[in-house]
């Protein structure tokens, strides 16, 4: 008895001992199949943007400077004088006059003719240490440059007059998404500009036309992994119509000498004869742009243009086909320091 006694107490004096200490909280398991807990936020990295999946048969066309390494090329304008001229779009007939023995109306002064157009542009695409994208465009004969703000795939976010934004997204812009062989997309250009007329310039119906298409044609392999890229450039903007005359506001109380019958709002309005307005670009162009430089290693086009009247083109060209073509302009360096003149000898004193 005196045993089982003493080996009870041994046993509940083992059992104090190993409990642990009061107030310990124990940490609750999670169910089966749970997601696992989310890692603390306090050192943790910022999270990194997923590259885009690209298919296996597609391409994505980005220029890729880098800081201290930009991308240059020149671009060069050159008229062909023995080019065919086209027509552009066919305006409205004139109207007929509404009383016989009208005087013709005087047509609307022409706008004065757009300036020559530089024969040269030189683009240098950078990339700071910020990871911002700037575009220096300068044309030939000492003008000044442009500068603008650009995306990694040549798109202009901010900058360039009209005429330099335009040529710049010619030979700059990419698509936005990776591309297959065969697909098309379309470029922020606006060729023409017929609101500019004002509102006396009537369209003439079915005289508008407007074409933007650039084709990925192929993607073959070049030398060191390399893939060139084709495309192909389709370009057509085109419209007609007639630009009237203000007419005079009726004045009833002024009539001509002889004038027979009550006065009528055709005495004063005059004729509604206007002068025909007509204008087309048209652009065509192939590229071979390298896909892991991220650049273009050819870029060939014809920019024809066709004006009548005192329309203009939002590009600037006078009337006339011009060649055009890209070449990649090497990193300027520095100029090298000439030598020291060689020390001349001193005559001795007489």
């Known amino acids: 008895m005196k045993r089982s006694l003493c080996g009870l107490l041994v046993a509940l004096a083992f059992t104090g001992c190993s409990q642990e200490a009061p107030g310990k909280i124990e940490p609750l398991q999670r169910p089966p199949g749970a997601p696992p807990a989310p890692a603390s936020t306090g050192d943790a990295p910022a999270p990194v943007a997923a590259a885009p999946v690209i298919p296996k048969d597609a391409v994505l066309l980005r220029w890729k400077p880098t800081p201290g390494t930009p991308v240059s090329f020149r671009l ?5 004088r023995g080019a065919p001229a086209f027509e552009s779009a066919p305006a409205e007939p004139k109207a007929d006059k509404k009383k016989k023995g009208d005087k ?3 047509a609307p ?15 240098v695409l950078d990339l700071d240490r910020a990871g911002e994208r700037h575009l220096r465009m300068t044309p030939s004969g000492g003008g000044a440059p442009e500068d603008a703000s650009v995306s990694d795939r040549g798109f202009i976010i901010d900058g360039l007059p009209q005429r330099e934004r335009n040529l710049a997204t010619l030979v700059l812009e990419l698509p936005r998404d990776a591309v297959r062989p065969g697909e098309t ?6 060729l023409l500009t017929p609101d500019a007329l004002g509102t006396q310039f009537r369209r003439a119906t079915g005289g508008a036309e407007r074409r933007n298409r ?3 044609v192929s993607v073959t392999p ?10 192909e450039y389709d370009l057509l903007e085109q419209f007609g119509g007639l630009l009237t005359p203000a007419r005079a506001v009726p004045n009833r109380g002024a009539r001509p000498p002889g004038a027979q019958g009550p006065a009528s709002d055709d005495d004063a309005a005059g004729p509604t004869e206007g002068t025909e307005v007509s204008a087309t670009v048209k652009i065509t162009g192939r590229g071979e742009f390298l896909v892991k430089a991220g650049q273009w290693r050819s870029w060939e086009g014809t920019l024809a243009t066709s004006m009548k009247g005192p329309a203009q083109s939002a ?3 006078p009337p006339g086909t011009y060649q055009a073509r890209l070449a990649p302009v090497s990193a300027p360096q520095a100029p090298a320091t000439p030598a020291p003149a060689a020390p001349t000898a001193t005559p001795p004193a007489p």
């Not at 060069?76 to 062909?80: G, P």
């Not at 757009?114 to 030189?122: L, N």
């Not at 997309?185 to 606006?190: F, G, I, N, P």
């Not at 070049?222 to 495309?231: F, I, K, R, W």
């Open 109 to 123: 002064a022409a706008t004065a003719a757009p300036a020559t157009v530089p024969g040269e542009y030189t683009y």
């Open 104 to 106: 013709d109306a005087e």
């Open 315 to 317: 590009v600037g060209l």
């Open 185 to 190: 997309w379309s470029l922020a250009t606006a």
């Open 222 to 231: 070049a030398d060191n992994g390399e893939q060139v890229a084709t495309l």
């Open 214 to 216: 650039v084709k990925l």
């Open 76 to 80: 060069s304008l050159a008229l062909d």
